[in-house]
């Protein structure tokens, strides 16, 4: 069965303080992952889409990376807009619909 | 500016009535979703659709219907039969089902 685990659950940081929130997968052929940012009661928003392992993409202060197991996103000093829920989601090869993880909720504190 | 949106944003029902939540895309795309979310889950597939006249199941269908008599338009009913039914509902569209999705503000179902 495919599965998406995202970790931690919930995560807070001082402003200028770097981390990185984890997505790990499990799905018979990975056709793509994809990260969102949710604000609270918003409809998410599209951030990468990661294909292959090795691959990164970058967007301002966020930087995606893709393993065969897993998907790390990388936040460089952030700042309270930073603050959020990603989601995480894998799209199989064999089938339409995507699979997406809980979550990760962040705080970054002024 | 393309987007899609959905009305109500908030939505309040007394049990054993349906609702219908809308969904309206201006992006020209295929295939649209519904979604369900609820606090510490993952969203869960309700239906899709590819194409017009045509849907799917998703994970969690029963007590949900769609129509899709037009590529813009895909609505969602919430039915006396779907036995939890507050949560947050999300719907989506992508590019002949491929590539990220797009999606709208949600609307927010509270049964009394």
């Known amino acids: 069965e495919d599965q998406v685990t995202q970790s931690p659950e919930a995560l807070r940081l001082q402003e200028g303080e770097s981390s990185s929130l984890n997505c790990s997968y499990t799905?018979?052929?990975?056709?793509?992952l994809f990260w969102y940012r949710q604000d609270p009661g918003k409809g998410p928003e599209f951030l990468f889409t990661l294909y292959s392992a090795g691959e990164e993409k970058e967007k301002e202060r966020l930087k995606a990376t893709l393993t065969k197991k897993e998907s790390f996103l990388h936040i460089t000093a952030p700042k309270p807009e930073d603050s959020a829920t990603y989601l995480c989601?894998?799209?199989?090869?064999?089938?339409?619909?995507?699979?997406f993880g809980p979550g990760t909720r962040l705080s970054v504190l002024p | 500016d393309g987007g899609i949106t959905q009305s109500p944003k908030y939505l309040f029902r007394k049990e054993g009535q349906n609702v219908t939540l809308s969904c309206e895309q201006n992006?020209?795309?295929?295939?649209m979703y519904w979604y369900r979310q609820d606090p510490g889950q993952g969203l869960r597939l309700i239906y899709y659709?590819?194409?017009?006249?045509?849907?799917q199941k998703g994970d969690i269908a029963e007590g949900y219907s769609v129509s899709r008599e037009k590529k813009e338009s895909f609505p969602l009913t919430v039915t006396s039969a779907q036995k939890n039914p507050t949560a947050f509902y999300l719907c989506a569209s992508n590019e002949q089902g491929r590539g990220e999705l797009f999606f709208g503000e949600g609307s927010r179902l509270t049964v009394l």
């Open positions: 989601a894998v799209q199989p090869v064999y089938g339409q619909n995507f699979v």
């Open positions: 799905v018979s052929g990975l056709r793509g």
């Open positions: 659709s590819q194409i017009v006249n045509d849907f």
């Open positions: 992006l020209n795309h295929d295939a």
